[in-house]
């Protein structure tokens, strides 16, 4: 059984920064898949990123280039560094997790301002 609690979300305005972490109840360095999705308003919800344990990462084209994934090696932690937030990037981001069981975070909400 994996726990999982994002944190991080928050306003900004377009161009800005920000960083989310998601923090598991055990080590994640075995986790076969970890991965931000996220779901706007009206929505399917969508992959952001996604990381597997020997650390190969997968990004939407919509993101490529300005957010970047990465875990703890070692610790409970995965983040995911947002850069040029653009208004379309608004949406509860979530983090899940494979193992190959299933398991979601309860979510964090990002806006950005226009």
């Known amino acids: 059984q994996v726990q999982l609690v994002e944190s991080g979300g928050g306003l900004v305005q377009a161009g800005g920064s920000l960083r989310l972490s998601c923090a598991a109840s055990r080590t994640i360095s075995s986790i076969t898949f970890m991965g931000w999705y996220r779901q706007a308003p009206g929505k399917q919800r969508e992959l952001v990123a996604q990381?597997?344990?020997?650390?190969?990462?997968v990004y939407a084209d919509s993101v490529k280039g300005r957010f970047t994934i990465s875990k703890d090696i070692g610790g409970n932690t995965l983040y995911l560094q947002m850069n040029s937030l653009k208004p379309e990037d608004t949406a509860v981001y979530y983090c899940?997790?494979?193992?190959?069981?299933?398991?979601w975070g309860q979510g964090t909400q990002v806006t950005v301002s226009s």
């Open positions: 990381i597997t344990s020997a650390g190969y990462t």
């Open positions: 899940r997790a494979r193992t190959p069981a299933d398991y």
